[in-house]
Nanobody
Framework: QVQLVESGGGLVQAGGSLRLSCAAS????????MGWFRQAPGKEREFVAS????????YVADSVKGRFTISRDNAKNTVYLQMNSLKPEDTAVYYC?????????????????????????WGQGTQVTVSS
């Protein structure tokens, strides 16, 4: 059974940093495009960042560009989200997700990975709360 387990969330003051981790029990982790999404209360789930299979390419939403960085360690089956200069509007439940990307097309065109429907597996989410 595939599991994605997020960790690293918590309460932080505005301007602070957090590093989220997502450990995946995917047998072929390196063949998946990985993404991070978030959902704030009363809002739809939104794309945050994605990373190619090799980790050589990344794509981040404009709302977090310059503050958040996505990375992965294929040897550890883990994807990370480094969040700096956090703002109260970053408060949300953060989810990691895995896209099988069967034909490898999206890994080479990460701007096409923003739709949540593309992802095959999801974690349970971790809460991030940023106080002002």
């Amino acid at each position: 059974q595939v599991q994605l387990v997020e960790s690293g969330g918590g309460l932080v003051q505005a301007g602070g940093s957090l590093r989220l981790s997502c450990a995946a029990s995917l047998r072929t982790f390196s063949s998946y495009v990985m993404g991070w999404f978030r959902q704030a209360p009363g809002k739809e789930r939104e794309f945050v960042a994605s990373i190619s299979r090799s980790g050589g390419s990344t794509y981040v939403a404009d709302s977090v560009k310059g503050r958040f960085t996505i990375s992965r360690d294929n040897a550890k089956n883990t994807v990370y989200l480094q969040m700096n200069s956090l703002k109260p509007e970053d408060t949300a439940v953060y989810y990691c997700a895995a896209d099988r990307d069967t034909f490898g097309t999206r890994s080479n065109a990460l701007h096409t990975t923003t739709a949540s429907a593309l992802y095959d597996y999801w974690g349970q989410g971790t809460q991030v709360t940023v106080s002002s």
